[in-house]
C-alpha cells in the first residue's frame, strides 16, 4: 500500500491509467460540444456513444489477456487476489450460473435503489431550498460516485492500487458514454451556463490527471487535489444560478 507521497503503482499501471483517461478525454470533450449546438440528426449520435464504450470494453479485454500472457511465467506483476463469491464462498474457481446469478442480482439491487435515491432527490431538494438543476449537479454526483470511492477504500486499505485505480477509470469510461448515449436519445441535449460550467471543470480535472499519469508522478495527496475541482466547481455554480 502507498504511504505518504509514494506513487500509486508502477509505471505500466500509470501507462494503463493514462490510456483509459485518454480515451475518456475525448469522448467527454465531444459530448459537451454536442450540448453548444442544435441540429436535427443530434439524437441519431447517440449510437456512436454506445459504440464507443464497446470498442473500449473489447480493448481492455484483450489488453488483459495480452497481459495475463506475457506474465504467465511469472516474470509480470502478481495476480490481484479477489474475494470469493458470496454464493459459493469454499469454491476456488465458482460456477458460471454462479456468477450470473450474483451480477444478476447485484443489478437488480443497484436499479431499485437508484430509482429510490432519484425520488428522494426529488424531495430532498425543495426541503433544501435548492433548484432541480442545483440539486442535479451538486448531490445526484457526490452520492452516485459514493460506491466507486468506497471500493477504493477498501482495495487501497487492501493494498489492491491497481483494483481501486481501475475501478475508477472504468466507471469514468461508462458513464461518459452510455447516459450519454440515452441523453442524446431521449433529451435535447442542449447546455445552459450551469452545465457548460460542470463540462469545462471537468476537462480541466481530467487533463490535470493525465498529465500527472504521464509523468508517473500520481500520489495520494495529488489525487487528492483532484478533489478541489469539484469545490471550484460549487463555487463557480453560485454567479451561474444566481
Known amino acids: 500500500m502507498p504511504q505518504g507521497g509514494g506513487a500509486l503503482g508502477d509505471a505500466k499501471d500509470m501507462k494503463r491509467l493514462a490510456r483509459d483517461q ?60 479477489l474475494e470469493p ?14 456468477v450470473v446469478v450474483q451480477t444478476l442480482a447485484a443489478l437488480v439491487v443497484i436499479f431499485f435503489a437508484a430509482h429510490f435515491f432519484v425520488k428522494q432527490l426529488d424531495v430532498i431538494g425543495p426541503m433544501l431550498g435548492l433548484s432541480a438543476t442545483v440539486t442535479a449537479l451538486l448531490l445526484s454526483p457526490i452520492a452516485t460516485e459514493l460506491p466507486e470511492i468506497m471500493n477504493a477504500v477498501i482495495w487501497i486499505r487492501q493494498g489492491k492500487v491497481r483494483l481501486a485505480l481501475a475501478n ?58 483532484a478533489g478541489a475541482f469539484y469545490a471550484v466547481f460549487a463555487i463557480g455554480l453560485v454567479p451561474l444560478l444566481g
Open 85 to 98: 463469491l458470496k454464493l459459493q464462498p469454499g469454491t476456488a474457481s465458482p460456477a458460471t450460473w454462479a
Open 168 to 225: 475508477i477509470s472504468g466507471a469514468m469510461m461508462i458513464q461518459a458514454t452510455v447516459p450519454s448515449g440515452i441523453g442524446l436519445f431521449f433529451t435535447s441535449w442542449y447546455f445552459d451556463g450551469a452545465l457548460l460550467w460542470s463540462g469545462i471543470v471537468t476537462t480541466a480535472a481530467i487533463a490535470y490527471l493525465l498529465l500527472t499519469m504521464r509523468a508517473h508522478k500520481l500520489t495520494p495527496a495529488r489525487l487528492a487535489v
Open 22 to 81: 485518454k480515451w475518456f478525454l475525448p469522448i467527454f470533450v465531444v459530448k459537451v460540444g454536442l450540448g453548444l449546438a442544435a441540429f436535427a440528426f443530434k439524437p441519431a449520435l447517440g449510437v456512436l456513444f454506445f459504440a464507443a464504450y464497446a470498442v473500449y470494453f473489447v480493448r481492455e479485454i484483450r489488453s488483459s489477456r495480452a497481459d495475463g500472457a506475457d506474465g504467465a511465467d511469472g516474470a509480470d506483476e502478481e495476480e490481484e487476489e
